[in-house]
């Protein structure tokens, strides 16, 4: 792969360079100056100025003419590739000034005829030109013979200006010139005048170029005989310039690929191909892609001294070519056996569809096949080489960042290239970076991103993961696109589990919580509750350690839905466990959980402690609710019903019912709002549900809570509870007293077999 553009290098560390000009492209107030003094003596070297705008491509800067401007007088730079632009004429003016070598503009819509007068008047030192997709700065007719018009200032399109003047683009040292999808609708000189004055040009690429009169016998390219490389993909009426391309003698790529299966069909294809090989000695590669130029195959050349299944080839059996283009060709070429050349691109086998993948980025309509050529690798067989695969999928989706047929092939393919082991053992930081960049740019590539470590592996750009992960599941959220809104609700859920305060805070700021509430309402104005629904409140839940999300949750209403949701769903246990865990998290808050009480949510959760749904789970969150709101004493139980004294009674019960070794589907980060419960002294039944989940969870997974325990002050604080000669924390109950007990017994056992460990690795 070597001379091709490859996401594979080495984990070194950045250069100082690449960091430098990283940090002053996201900082671009670094080049701000407040006077004209500083403009004139601040100056960067052209490597410099040119190594910052490639850094501003690869970090997804828009090359607009602000950005243009700050850089006006700061640097001089030889070579501009703008694609995906927002670039107007102006500009683009200012980089025309530079006295540039190379230009490349591609899907730049604001670019108008204007542009074209200033590549002329500015283009003394050009040499390559890529008028790519989506530009429109060439006329489109050349107007017969008449009025002439000097003026630049109306539209620009009057055809008879580049006849009076002699030219279309003035470039005198223009070397390669590609013009794609050049659409002309009248003007039988158009290419004559187009070609005529670019007498240095060896390179000629006019991929999809069209004619509304017809192309004639292609006689034009004779204006460039020094023409070493001819593409003509996708162009009309190429059967009827085998004459012309007979003449370019010094012609060594030739591409007369078809993408319209009826332009493909010529009527002599044989004879066609024999007599182009035979008439340009100096060929090493030509490209017959979607045509029938390779036969039928039963006309193949087959005797002692030669065997060739292209007929047309026979000539090169001795003098193979360095390359041919077969992909779908008709009657299935590219699977023959003697073909007359080194390397081949085709849909017969991987390593033709690689090929092909890689000559082709530039065509998107080529390459939607070839993608889908290449999940049916992955998908049914075993792909060979990974690498070079890999490669081609993360360049077709970032070359075509806006085709949605090659973003979804793109991520279906990258979803069985990124399982495989081998692969990942193969790939660096550097490496992971690109792929879940290419990914974060793309349409769909949630289940592609499961295969990563989240969130440890995006951390580099966890920001956009987020407001990426956002929109998927607030748009997509139609039945045929519930695959998508499941994946993403799953990733938004792993990053607001594993989050930290910073990630929270900024998580919140995002609208996550706001986003969780639509859906929700959504889901219940269809009567469904499924997977998105249920991780809705599981990501809200994860989210609400934080006041600030705790107080969001209640201003959008979350306290009615859950409400809404309890009577719509009573027999979700997966969906209660996780509302009333959120409705936990809040009845933690001294400040929000006065919310909470209301004739209404407490009959509810009072109701909810003899649950038996999803185990103990959703009576153990409903006492938990209820703990918090009583630890505040009797004068803030601002209900007469349910009664204080009756609802705590029953807490009691529910607690003392419960399997002191259940199973538990529930992660602690903290137990501080637990221990603080456990030190309520005015109500013991507080006490009871804190001191049994402290026992519960140091003898079911006394590897992950009897540290937590120790760090938090809880066993200092069991051990004053079981203290009778202590006055610091008071408990009425005997069975409080006992399962302190089995909380210190625990922990000490925990470590006591630490210190053994010790001894034995001593």
Known sequence: MSGTKTIWECNSPDSLLDLSARFCITHLDTFLTSSKAEVDTLHLPTEIGEKLFQMAQEEGVDLDDKFIHIFRHLTRICRASLRESSITDRGIKYLLRHGLRELDIHNCAGLTVQTLHNINRYSDNLQNLCVGNSVQILPDYLQPEGTFSDSESEDGRDGNIYEK??????????????????????????????????????????????????????????????????????????????????????????????CNESRGHFKQPTQFMETLVRSLSKLRSLDISGTNLAGTGGERTNTESVQCDIAGLASRVDNPLEFLGLYKTHNEASGRQHIP????????????????????????????????????????ETCQNLKQALDILLLAMERHNHEKHIQISGSASLYYVVKSESLKRDWNVKVKRKILGKLLNGWNGCPTLSQFQIPADVLFDYKRLVKILLHIVSEHTSQENNDIQQAG????????????????????????????????????????????????????????????????????????????????????????????????????????????????????????????SDGIEVSYNAAGVLAHMASDGPQAWAVDQPDRDHVLFRMARAINRWD?????????????????????????????????????????????????????????????????????????LHQVKEWAGIVRSNVLKWEEQGDLNLEFDG
């Open 165 to 258: 003047q002699g030219f279309i683009i003035k470039a005198p040292k223009l070397k390669r010139l590609c013009v794609r999808d050049l659409f002309v609708n009248r003007g039988p000189m158009f290419f004559d005048l187009l070609l005529k004055p670019l007498t240095d040009l060896n390179h000629l690429d006019l991929s999809g170029a069209f004619h509304n009169q017809g192309m004639g016998s292609f006689g034009w390219l004779l204006n460039v005989s020094q023409l070493v490389s001819l593409t003509l993909h996708n162009v009309q009426d190429v059967e009827d310039s085998l004459k012309t391309l007979c003449q370019l003698k010094n012609l060594h790529h030739v591409d007369i690929s078809q």
């Open 660 to 732: 002191l070794r259940s199973g538990r589907n529930i992660n602690y980060r903290s137990f501080s709002p637990i221990i603080r419960l456990a030190g309520v002294s005015h109500t013991p039944e507080c006490q009871l549900w804190a001191i049994w989940a402290l026992a519960n969870l140091t003898t079911v997974t006394p590897e992950k809570y009897c540290k937590l325990v120790v760090q938090e002050g809880g066993l200092s604080l069991v051990e004053e509870m079981l203290n009778e000669n202590s006055d610091q924390v008071k408990t009425s």
């Open 489 to 612: 609700i799953r990733l938004l859920y792993n990053l607001s589990r594993q989050a930290d305060v910073q990630q929270e805070m900024l998580m919140s700021s995002l609208g996550v919580m706001e986003k969780m509430l639509l859906i929700i309402t959504d889901k219940l104005q269809q009567g469904v509750c499924d997977e998105v629904m249920e991780h809705a409140w599981a990501t809200m839940w994860s989210l609400a350690v934080v006041t600030d999300n705790c107080e969001r949750f209640l201003t959008g209403g979350g306290l009615n839905l859950f409400l809404q949701c309890k009577d719509r769903f009573p027999d979700e246990a997966e969906l209660l466990r996780n509302m009333m865990r959120m409705l936990g998290n809040i009845a933690y808050y001294p400040s929000l959980r006065h919310k909470l009480m209301t004739k209404e949510f407490v009959e509810e959760f009072a109701f909810l402690l003899d649950s038996c």
């Open 341 to 380: 050349a080194r390397s081949i691109s085709g849909d017969s086998c991987e390593a033709q569809i690689l090929v092909a993948g890689q000559r082709y980025l530039d065509r998107p309509t080529v390459l939607e096949n070839i993608l889908n050529d290449l999940f049916h690798v992955f998908r049914y």
